[in-house]
């Protein structure tokens, strides 16, 4: 019964679609735990170029199952956009499976997500303003609806009616908006249901069962660690557990049954949005990276805060998800550079540390401890064993190695499938 994780060990946009669109390969099935379409994984591969939100990366692969778990929250318009986009373009989307249990996101989350972002003035968390707060919000508060109940006509617009009551109170006494009308809703949201509906199964109990036969999962997160609300850069974080330990609430798989994690890493580190970011680099050499590795937000196109190598909040990463081993993604955006950076630790109040701070107020004090390496001069696309690597490249993975006192099982050093290096083999995945 294999079964891994595939988590971002930063502030998201770390490469993970790239990476679970190679693994995809070897597994039978491919499931989203968490997110919206706030997140956005690129891949590149022999069908093309694709920005996938919602639908699991693991879609190119015909022979597997994929799966948008329960943990996930759902713009219905949007997932129908992207499967009837890959329907276009020749990618089935015959095996895709839709949690019934999923939250859906409803015209006033997004209304919502912009209005209270707009209140927070000077001080914006910069969401993507895709309702994906709100509706994990109104999940927790008992007052979202679930993908399911689309199926149920009767029984949805009742539910509908009474929430849509609630919120239109808050619309237009709170905000001074119209109200939103119901019939306009309740019918739109039976149109997306007669389409979903074909893709809407008991995920769970085909995920448990596919794990008692022994069939390959690989589970997909949305962001990255240092975006969990509990222990990421609060409140300037996402909505849902990134962590490996979400894979279980967002699948319906219990804990004991995932085996292997493996967490995902630039080379450097990006962030998009707000927030403190002790290694961003301003200047020529941040926007360099920046141009050369088109660090644009997949979902916004939002420009990505470019910095070093962040070796603190990398332990803190592997600490909270317990990798069992990495990958380093976009090793090649660094040739030509003649030296590189590396933080060691953190300057707090005149102190050294080398832990990730409880407080994000503390994080904001926080001044990088810089370690300096030789770059590589050439580029290493068509590097395919770790021999082929510059011995600079091998030093810098090395160094990452030892900081998270964690092996570095694959390089990618370059955007496409094939340009990838192995390292060190994943055990619950055949090589």
């Known amino acids: 019964m294999p079964t891994l994780a595939i988590i971002g060990g930063q502030w998201g946009d770390e490469g993970k679609g790239r990476v679970a669109d190679l693994l995809a390969e070897r597994a039978d099935f491919f499931v989203r735990f968490s997110g919206g379409d706030n997140a956005g994984h690129t891949v590149i591969n022999s069908h093309g170029e694709f920005r996938l939100h919602l639908i699991p990366s693991g879609i190119f692969n015909s022979e597997v199952t994929c799966i948008i778990g329960n943990g996930v929250v759902i713009n219905p318009k949007k997932l129908i956009d992207e499967i009837e ?9 015959s095996k895709l ?6 939250h859906l996101i409803m015209p006033y989350h997004i209304i919502l997500d912009e209005v209270e972002e707009q209140l927070r003035g000077s001080k914006p968390l910069g969401t993507t303003l895709r ?11 008992r007052l979202g609806i679930r993908i399911g109940e689309l199926i149920y006509r009767d029984s949805f617009r009742e539910r509908l009616r009474f929430i849509l009551d609630y ?3 808050i619309l237009c006494k709170v905000y001074g908006l119209e109200p939103l009308a119901l019939d306009q809703i309740y019918n739109e949201y039976l149109t997306y249901g007669q389409r979903l509906t074909p893709f809407i199964g008991d995920t769970v109990k085909l995920l448990n069962e596919a794990i008692e036969t022994g069939k390959t999962i690989i589970f997909e997160g949305a962001q990255g660690t240092l975006l969990d609300p509990d222990f990421g850069t609060y409140p300037y974080t996402t909505s849902s557990s990134p962590l490996a330990g979400g894979v279980s609430l967002g699948s319906g798989i219990p804990p004991t ?3 292997y994690s493996l967490g995902i ?10 927030g403190p970011m002790p290694t961003e680099i301003e200047g020529d050499i941040g926007q360099m990276i920046r141009e050369k590795a088109s660090e644009y937000g997949a979902t916004t196109g939002r420009p990505r805060r470019c910095g070093w190598f962040d070796g603190v909040a990398a332990r803190f990463s592997c600490t909270l998800n317990g990798f069992n081993s990495l990958a380093i993604t976009r090793l090649d955006v660094f040739d030509g550079l003649p030296n590189l950076k590396i933080c060691t630790g953190y ?3 005149g102190q050294i540390i080398d832990s990730f701070p409880l407080d994000t107020s503390e994080l904001e004090r926080c001044q990088p401890v810089y370690e300096e390496m030789q770059g590589w001069p050439g580029p290493i696309s068509k590097a395919r064993n770790y021999s082929d690597l510059p011995l600079a490249a091998r030093n810098y993975i090395a160094r990452i190695e030892e900081l998270t006192n964690r092996p570095v099982s694959l390089i990618c050093v370059g955007p496409r499938r094939e340009e990838t290096v192995w390292h060190q083999p994943i055990p619950v995945l055949s090589q």
């Open 97 to 102: 499976v839709i949690s019934s249990r999923a």
């Open 131 to 141: 309702g994906v707060g709100p509706a994990f919000a109104d999940k927790i508060a």
């Open 85 to 93: 986009d890959l329907e276009s373009k020749g990618i089935s989307t």
């Open 167 to 169: 919120k239109n109170d």
């Open 347 to 349: 300057l707090l109040d």
């Open 265 to 274: 890493f630039k080379a450097y580190c990006t962030r998009v949005g707000a």
């Open 257 to 259: 049954r995932l085996d």
